[in-house]
């Protein structure tokens, strides 16, 4: 049994910092690549950053420059350092890991979302 398990979300003014973290529980070895997602009411899921095991990253353009991702592969945690915070920003957070059970396939996990809140 796995779970991605978020903190660090809240209320912050816009050009605040907010630190987010995912912690896996279970039986984990290691997962390869993390990251996390975001979903504003009314729109679709979509990208913030993502991490490899091998710590490249990618971060959406959106956010570039503001945020920046990180983990510890031993502990199989991962942090989203968000900083300059704009309204826009806004969104339910979602911690996303992939696991690899084979060279053919992946099992993915989702935390249950944590709330992230920029005001003007």
């Known amino acids: 049994q796995v779970q991605l398990v978020e903190s660090g979300g809240g209320l912050v003014q816009a050009g605040g910092s907010l630190r987010l973290s995912c912690a896996a529980s279970g039986s984990i070895f290691s997962f390869n690549t993390m990251g996390w997602y975001r979903q504003a009411p009314g729109e679709q899921r979509e990208l913030v950053a993502v991490?490899?095991?091998?710590?490249?990253?990618n971060h959406a353009e959106s956010v570039k420059g503001r945020f920046t991702l990180s983990r510890d592969n031993a502990k199989n945690t991962m942090s989203l350092q968000m900083n300059s915070l704009k309204p826009e920003d806004t969104a339910v957070y979602y911690c996303y890991a992939e696991l690899p059970t084979s060279s053919w396939s992946i099992r993915r996990y989702w935390g249950q979302g944590t709330q992230v809140t920029v005001s003007s």
């Open positions: 991490i490899t095991a091998g710590g490249s990253t």
